[in-house]
């Protein structure tokens, strides 16, 4: 039977180099491999984004996106989240057997209270991890790509569905699982090394709430400002550079083909004539690189945007088949608990 694969993208802001390199190109990949399923995690993006056009235009866009990056109705299943109420039951049930503890470890949250300075974080952001869960869980998935900084969450996800199927089904033995069934099947993770972290202009991890992206479709000047503003170190223009924890040189490895890259690889370590070699010369190949290797993309996001009807009928379709796979899931649920 074919691998079931499923993972999901944040309306949370403006999709970027991030995104695509670390999960959405994957994505794409992907959905000739499988039975593919990928939603917009709009329920997530209500720990951060408090206006409701503003959500309901994010929701939008981050469709927008995936369609205009590859992703193909008639191969993979796109839906909303919220489109499928079921999520909120598993969300609860599962919290029954999740331990506090772990929550309290997960980096994500860690991270992100701290590079916000957020002071008393809600509830949402706390219990994301378990919504995660709950999302993976729901449809029965095989395979789950996420970039490395997801990884967590998804070992939490294995984790608890055990102890569910431990708690619930007599026999369940996680050392074999095929001999008595638990109510719910262990994905496996699936993370890109090359591409596990991409880094942000500033170094860190590119992240939409750092503010430090290269976005995938906001207006070209904005991302060349973007792409000028990346982080350098002061090493003289005629002089060879660093390689390590140098986010530029990160990023053109990632944006420009194979052999633009061994030319630029070569002026990067070498040093030479300070007008071809200087960091400003390398910022204008990226910028020319994402140029070429978004164009298509952008255009048809352009399109796309023009025509809500369409991708509100590519949504509720995916919904649709996105329910279908989550009944039997959650009937076996309500069985082993006794609602
Ligand atoms: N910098 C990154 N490197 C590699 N992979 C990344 N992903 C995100 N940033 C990077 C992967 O993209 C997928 C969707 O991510 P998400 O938007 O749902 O959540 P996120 O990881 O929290 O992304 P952001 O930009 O950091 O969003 P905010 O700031 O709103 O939390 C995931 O597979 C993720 O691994």
Redesign the pocket.
């Known amino acids: 039977m074919a691998q079931r694969i499923l ?4 309306s ?2 403006r999709l ?1 180099l ?2 695509y ?4 190109r994957e994505f794409v990949r992907l959905q000739d491999e499988g039975e593919a399923l990928y939603f917009i ?1 709009n329920y ?2 209500l720990t ?1 984004v408090r206006d409701a056009a503003l959500a309901r235009r994010l929701t939008f866009e981050t469709a927008v996106a995936f369609l205009a990056l590859g992703l193909d109705p008639a191969r993979a299943t796109l839906f909303r989240q919220s489109d499928v109420p079921e999520i909120g039951e598993l969300y609860w049930v599962l919290g029954t057997v999740v331990p506090l503890s772990n929550l309290h470890r997960a980096h ?1 949250f860690k991270d ?1 209270v701290n590079n916000k300075g957020i002071e008393d974080p809600e509830f949402g952001l706390f219990a994301y991890p378990v919504l995660m869960a709950a999302d993976i869980l729901l449809y029965d998935s095989d395979v789950v ?6 990884r967590q969450h998804l070992e939490f996800a294995r984790d608890w569905a055990t102890k569910f199927n431990m708690r619930y089904v007599p026999g369940y033995d996680p050392q074999e699982p095929e001999r008595v069934p638990g109510v719910f099947k262990l994905p496996s993770v699936r993370t890109r090394d090359e ?6 202009r500033d170094g860190q ?6 503010g430090n ?1 290269v976005d995938l479709f906001a207006p070209e000047r904005e991302v060349e400002k973007q792409i000028k503003s990346v982080k350098t170190d002061s090493t003289p223009p005629d002089q060879p550079k660093p390689t390590e924890n140098q986010p530029l040189y990160q990023l053109l490895k990632l944006v420009l083909p194979e052999p633009a890259f061994a030319d630029a690889d070569r002026a990067w370590r070498t040093g030479g004539d300070p007008k071809t070699n200087g960091y400003g010369y390398f910022k204008g190949l990226l910028f020319e690189g994402y140029r070429q290797a978004f164009g298509t993309a952008r255009a048809r996001y352009d399109e796309l945007l023009q025509d809500p009807a369409e991708v509100e009928r590519t949504l509720a379709s995916g919904a649709q088949r996105a329910r279908a796979f989550a009944a039997p899931v959650i009937r076996r649920v309500r069985d082993a608990v006794g609602l």
């Open positions: 993972s999901g993208v944040q949370s802001g970027h991030g995104n390199y670390g999960a959405i995690a997530h993006a951060s994500s992100k790509p996420v970039g490395r900084d997801q591409t596990a972290v991409v880094p942000g991890k590119m992240s939409k709430s750092y992206t």
